[in-house]
């Protein structure tokens, strides 16, 4: 028989009536002859209160103890979806990360999944049982509690469909799939059928925030169908698939944007070896994540180095940088050397095109770069990979780029 | 060194400063050059709000879903319990039931702990950390959460100090200690500095809700000392200690009542052997704890039986108790012997002196009934024991009786 993982998320469970819908799917699913297991987040919200509980008592939470506290959310819904399933004349049976169990690492808040046991799951199965399992929590060989980082159910539900050979993986979500852009901004924003492993990567690391990253290269490796589904409307959904089996290879499929980003720069860098590292390693080892890098050619032996931080490190990354600054200059041999400027602006918004076609496709970025100098958006970086073109805008011009660019590359609905 | 275990109810809880405040306690605990073990309840209204959660999903919840729900109570509490005690500089480490691990039986909802382990509590406190256990819960032999039953916590504080022979054991509650009568009913009620285990064992099963029936049976089966402390005013407390330690015995230590039962009849019933089996089966089969029971001599092989069950269960008890009548005279070979007839009465009030000076002072009884004749007081049910005389009035009567018998018996402050 066929095995289904199937993920509800927290904002399909925000609600008793909720809880209820998503029990009589997981029962519809096995109505149509499949084993089921079900993974599950804590009800929305729940997770940000315990976090603020945490915070309101201790301004540097012990990690340990926060994954302990951040745990309870989904024992709450795990319990809580296997009472429905229950009352709906099906057995069920809640799993916690330590009993599955779901082993990981011993790094607390973002630990990352080693091994997940199929014993306990299997069994359940096979006593004609519903497996529902706390995602988002792990246990660490030394048996304690683990957590692996925000949005951490997706991926908790792709390990399972691997670990148990599963058919595939439904993701229930608060939106119908995986859009063309974000429907809130774009009003011809269309939902796709089908997107490849490969752009949903960008797209997820872009911020579009229908699945976690990780589930997604998770699910690339192990070559597990997800699905995308609104868990308020039926619908057909939208599935990740592998390249091949996609048959449309638009040249772009999605327009996104983030505007979480800040801009820093510092100017008149020395052009010599090791600078860049000397510049970002200490931001880096502030666990401030570094996003775009762009360093243009030097003139005069001399260059400006530009790199995009999440906002919320901006006010600190400018901080660390000067002090690093004045180090390097009080340090250096020839101090004159080392006149660095550090510049901030977090007036920013990165927009992105992703598509797989763009590959084999020439004159992407110069259409991009049409589109914007047509409405007079003035471009701060640009930073490409093979199947994305990201740029750094002024945020006032977010939403207006990406509707131009989702018309002119002509992803709307008819 | 001395080990000390304390634990805090829901109640020190309630709030965030509650929580910071019994941090503080426990530090202080240790600064005095104790060893520490915290076990603490779910924050005050969390479990009631979570078994309503589940009984919102479910009109009968899986006792083993319940357990998983119930259980995240005390999650949240160890963790942040741990966090405050952190951030006062003094590492604390969390432990969930099947982290101690703390075994017990399978029987979800009210589990019996078996066993309590002591390697990982003794190496936390040997790396210089203050364990801080959940109450409530434990791990069955399955690897499965189970609960103790509310209250609990106070019985899982004594089997940790049992086991890892402590000192003793420390109750933080929101009473300063055990009175010799409700202070909220008797003006004059007195903190008693001491109690013997035998009289809190019958103020504990009156529902002086001070503390766990089991956790002070545990406690005198081991001679742990117990102290029942406020949480929330500085104080010499109550302690709970064995008999030879206790100084004073005075005739009575201390006047309770219980409103929360209610009183079934069974009237003409045939004085044969193993009828009282007949009647009270079908009531125990339904779960419902009979408490009092008063039978007494039979007139013309005639008797009247007469017993308290919990209030709530009150109506159940009456169609159980009809229903049963009905069969016995349906299936009697001589119908006519099995005329009975099922009262009941809800509006009654269990009063209760304790002493453990009544097993050598005479006269007790007759002092007690003498004072409620005085005040015109009828008295519907009388039951004793060797320390204890309970008396079921109405009522109506209850506060006056229970004022006057503290007089009568000189309990009061001078």
């Avoid at 399909?12 to 084993?35: F, I, M, P, T, Y």
């Avoid at 607390?108 to 069994?123: D, M």
């Amino acid at each position: 028989m066929s095995l289904i993982v199937t993920k509800f998320g927290g904002t399909s469970l925000c609600d008793l009536e909720r809880v209820q819908a998503a029990a009589q799917k997981v029962v519809a699913c096995r109505q149509e002859g499949h084993e089921v297991i079900v993974v599950v987040s804590a009800m929305a919200g729940e997770t940000d209160k315990l976090e603020d509980l945490g915070y309101s008592i201790s301004t540097r939470p012990d990690p340990r103890e926060m994954d302990v506290l951040l745990a309870s959310g989904e024992q709450v819904s795990v319990a809580l979806i296997a009472m429905a399933i229950q009352d709906l004349g099906v057995p069920a049976m809640s799993y916690l990360g330590n009993q599955v169990p779901v082993y990981t690492n011993e790094c607390h808040q973002r630990a990352r999944i080693t091994e997940v046991g199929r014993e306990e799951l299997r069994h359940s199965i096979d006593q004609g049982a519903i497996p529902v399992v706390a995602g988002f929590q792990g246990v660490a060989p030394t048996g304690e509690i683990t957590t692996i980082g925000r949005g951490g159910s997706d991926t908790t539900a792709v390990a399972i469909a691997v670990a148990m050979d599963a058919l595939e993986c439904r993701i229930y979500t608060d939106v119908d799939g995986v859009y063309t852009a974000d429907p809130r901004i774009v009003e011809q924003a269309r939902r796709m059928d089908r997107v490849t492993f490969e752009e949903m990567l960008e797209l997820a690391a872009l911020g579009a925030k229908v699945l976690h990253l990780k589930s997604v290269e998770y699910a690339r490796r192990y070559s597990i169908p997800l699905k995308v589904f609104s868990s308020f409307i039926d619908g057909p959904g939208t599935l990740i698939v592998e390249e091949g089996e996609s048959m449309e290879q638009p040249e772009v499929s999605a327009i996104t944007f983030d505007k979480n980003e800040a801009k820093v720069t510092v100017t008149n860098v020395p052009d010599i070896p090791g600078i860049a590292y000397q510049l970002l390693g200490p931001v880096g080892d502030a666990n401030i994540s570094v996003d775009m890098i762009v360093q243009n050619v030097s003139r005069d032996e001399r260059t400006d180095l530009t790199f995009t931080v999440p906002r919320n490190d901006f006010e600190q990354s400018l901080e660390i940088l000067r002090d690093q600054v004045i180090r390097l200059r009080r340090e250096a041999e020839n101090p004159t050397r080392y006149e660095m400027e550090v510049i901030g602006d977090d007036a920013i918004a990165k927009v992105t095109a992703v598509g797989l076609g763009m590959r084999s496709h020439a004159g992407i970025a110069t259409k991009m770069f049409e589109t914007l100098a047509q409405y007079g958006i003035n471009i701060q970086m640009i930073s490409t990979s093979e199947i994305k073109i990201s740029v750094v805008i002024h945020e006032d011009f977010c939403e207006l780029a990406v509707r131009m660019l989702h018309s002119a590359f002509d992803l709307g609905t008819d």
